[in-house]
Structures are given as C-alpha cells and as structure tokens.
C-alpha cells in the first residue's frame, strides 16, 4: 500500500484550510460587502479599447454586467469624475471615457464629431465591457452625448442624469451663433472660446479654473470647432421621445431656462444648485453627491 508522503499531507492540510477560511468568509461578510472589500485593494484601473473612430481610453472600478457611465463636457476627460468614480466604487461598477480626440483617446483623420457620433463611442464602450444596463451621467456636452445614447438604446439604460447639460442651442438667434461660430473659426488659438469658458467659472475656485482652462488650451482645435458647431444644429427631440425612463437633471442658475434641456419635455425632475461654476461636481462635489445618491436610491427602489 503506498503512503502519502509528508509533502502531500502538508498540502492537503492547506488546501482544506484555505477551503475553510474561504467558506467562514462569506458566511461573515456578505457579498456585497466582500465585492466592496475587493474594490478597495483593486482600485481604478484603465484600459485602451477599440472605438468607431480610433482607440477609446476608459477608467473604471467595480464588477458586474451594470454599470454607471459617465461622460464628460466639451474639453472634458476621466479626470474630472475620479473623485465621483472613487466615491461610488463601494457601490456600484463605474466606468469613464475620454471621447474621440479628448484627453487619452485617439482619433481617426477622417472621423467627425457631431452629438451622434460621440455616442456612437459610448456604445463601443458599452459592448466592450459586457454591460447590460447602464445609468448615464452625462455633464454639459456630454448630457446630450447621453441623451442620444439613451433615446437609440432605451432598453439598455436604467437612468439618465444630466448635470448642467447642453439643451437645444436652435432656439438662439440664428445672427447671434453666426457672430460666435465666426469669431470661434477665426482664432488660432482659442481665445474667445477661453472667454467663454471663464464665464462658466467665475463661481469656481482656481484650481478648477486652471484645470478646465489646461484641458480647453489642449483640445485639438478641429475637435474644439466642431463640436462647438454641431451643439448648434443638435436636436434632442427625437432623443428625448425615444427615452422615457427616469430622467434627473441637476442645473445652475444660469441653466434653466425654455431651452434647457430638462424644460424641453414636461414631467423632468430637477434640482437647482447655487454658487457654483458650470462643473459643480468639481465645485461643490458634496452636494453634486447627494443628487447622484438620491438619484441612484430612486432607479434601485423602482427596480
């Protein structure tokens, strides 16, 4: 009869210890709480992914097929969600993307950049990842990015929340945006977008100035010029009736007028929030925290 030798006992014994601690580990710590313990010792991680229109640079944290996606502003990028992606890594997956030719990501020469086409970069995000549902939290630009994505893939999105979002640009007159795309096309820098910009940060402090200036003053300017025109002709109508899910927008003063977006379709709930610049997330994080959790609160309660 062969005997097992010392080694192989050893072994056994390890594995059965291991088997053990493992079961004694999820009878203490409840899943959600193991998943959450795991997130802390993983942290954000990036990854290059293949888009539409060249490579599209994401962060993310968490696991699962659902996630919430969170898509930044005309010469935004990652950068401005980490510390919303930090502080909702113990509760749900968050992923983050730079859109073509911003921050990290990459672009084709012969991509264009209208409202449509950016969401066509969530969408490849979206099926890279797996995800089944998504929420979307779409800031400025990236509000109506989200609203496109959302009004051609309703039944893939849980929620949509708009954060100080672009509405519809149309309604101005018509000599007016002439006069701003003219003088816009003109630069060969970006000086008047630069004014334009510091209109929406006269409530932020400076290091949100200088961040969000930094990231305009890198934006390659064909990207700058036309996506700045698209704004202008972009409808969110058919948008807007192609998603009827739950709809939270969170505006600043300045933003709630006949054009905004959340005034565009009756039965939109909004919050208002003061003394901020245009990127309150980055202003007041706190309070831009409270929304996103409440908003969170309510899709899981309805579901």
């Known amino acids: 009869m062969k005997t097992k030798s ?24 409840p ?14 991680g990036s ?15 968490g696991f699962g097929d659902e996630a919430v996606v969170m898509i930044h502003s005309l010469a935004g990028n990652t950068s401005h969600w980490r510390d919303s992606l930090e502080y909702l890594k113990n509760r749900k997956r968050v992923i983050t993307l730079d859109l073509r ?12 950049f209208k409202i449509t086409s950016l969401a066509a970069d969530v969408e490849a995000v979206v099926r890279h990842f797996r995800l089944k549902k998504v929420i979307l939290v779409g800031h400025s630009m990236g509000g109506l990015v989200a609203l496109e994505y959302a009004g051609k893939h309703s039944d893939m999105v849980s929620g949509l ?19 701003i795309l003219d003088q816009a096309n003109r630069d060969v820098h970006a000086e008047s977008m630069v004014s334009y910009f510091e209109t929406m940060l006269v409530s932020s402090n400076k290091e949100v100035r200088e961040k969000i200036i930094g990231d305009l003053n890198r934006l390659p300017r064909n990207v700058r010029l036309e996506i700045f025109a698209d704004l202008f002709r972009y409808d969110p109508h058919p948008a807007l009736a192609g998603y009827r899910g739950p709809v939270y927008a969170i ?3 300045y933003n ?22 245009h990127w309150l ?5 706190e309070e831009f925290r409270k929304h996103l959790d409440r908003f969170l609160d309510q899709i899981r309660d309805k579901n």
């Open 161 to 179: 929340l708009l954060v100080d979002s672009s509405g519809d640009s149309r309604k101005m007159p018509k000599e007016q945006v002439r006069a």
């Open 6 to 29: 010392k080694i192989e006992l050893e072994s056994n014994e390890m594995q059965v210890s291991i088997g053990t601690l493992s079961m004694i580990s999820r009878l203490l710590f």
């Open 256 to 277: 709630n007028g006949p054009e905004s977006l959340h005034n565009l379709r009756k039965g939109i709930s909004f919050a208002v929030v003061k003394n901020t610049g």
């Open 101 to 112: 030719g911003h921050g990290k990501s990459s672009v084709a020469d012969n991509a264009d």
């Open 31 to 44: 899943i959600p709480l193991m998943t959450a313990l795991a997130m802390d010792c993983i942290g954000i």
């Open 47 to 61: 990854e290059r992914i293949q888009g539409p229109a060249g490579e599209i640079y994401t962060e993310s944290i």
């Open 251 to 253: 505006v600043t003063p």
């Open 281 to 285: 997330f980055l202003d007041r994080p």
